[in-house]
Antibody, heavy 118, light 106 residues
Framework: QVTLKESGPGILQPSQTLSLTCSFS??????????VGWIRQPSGKGLEWLAH???????YYDTALKSRLTISRDTSNNQVFLKIASVDTADTATYYC??????????WGQGTTLTVSS | ENVLTQSPAIMSASPGEKVTMTCSAS?????MHWYQQRSSTSPKLWIY???KLASGVPGRFSGSGSGNSYSLTISSMEAEDVATYYC?????????FGSGTKLEIK
């Protein structure tokens, strides 16, 4: 059974760095063709892909946010991490992690909400 | 960036009515995928590889299309289909989602 669960700080002040963790089970991030990605959704708005990391440690980022994003993994503990530098109010959103296989995100976590406020 | 334009943004249908929503890509893609998101829940993979139904998806749903133009069809609207549907392309970077079609029931 594939499961993913996100965790994060809940609230940050502008200019701080956001650190998110995705803990997963039911698959290995060392299996060929498997990846884990991050997607966010501001309240009442659409989905925005941010980044993902593949089984071979290749990493891809959204073009507009690339300078602020860092994705990494711990394959031993089945975790993927995302850092977003210098957050501001526009980063307030629900952040999802999801497994990618066969070109689509087939399993999603429940999401973790972030509020950026001074 | 491959921009995905969904239409309509909002639509409503009566029970039993046929529903069709579209997704237009600014650049051709190999496959289109669709997600269903009900209120306050995580998105669920609904249709993948353009026309394949994800596990548990009712047979009244179908997907079709090629190149730049794709669609999701519900043959007979039911109350449980109320949700927002997003198209998604993972054919090229950056990955992109459409802005969604919100489906309501009359």
């Amino acid at each position: 059974q594939v499961t993913l669960k996100e965790s994060g700080p809940g609230i940050l002040q502008p200019s701080q760095t956001l650190s998110l963790t995705c803990s997963f089970s039911g698959f290995s991030l060392t299996t060929y063709g498997i990846g884990v990605g991050w997607i966010r959704q501001p309240s009442g708005k659409g989905l925005e892909w941010l980044a993902h990391i593949w089984w071979n440690d290749n990493k891809y980022y959204d073009t507009a946010l690339k300078s602020r994003l860092t994705i990494s993994r711990d394959t031993s503990n089945n975790q993927v991490f995302l850092k977003i530098a210098s957050v501001d109010t526009a980063d307030t959103a629900t952040y999802y992690c999801a497994r990618i296989a066969g070109g689509n995100f087939d399993y999603w976590g429940q999401g973790t909400t972030l509020t950026v406020s001074s | 960036e491959n921009v995905l334009t969904q239409s309509p943004a909002i639509m409503s249908a009566s029970p039993g009515e046929k529903v069709t929503m579209t997704c237009s890509a600014s650049s051709s893609v190999i496959y289109m995928h669709w997600y269903q998101q009900r209120s306050s829940t995580s998105p669920k993979l609904w249709i993948y590889d353009t026309s394949k139904l994800a596990s548990g998806v009712p047979g009244r749903f179908s997907g079709s299309g090629s190149g730049n133009s794709y669609s999701l069809t519900i043959s007979s609207m039911e109350a449980e289909d109320v949700a927002t549907y997003y198209c998604f392309q993972g054919s090229g970077y950056p990955f992109t989602f459409g802005s969604g079609t919100k489906l309501e029931i009359k």
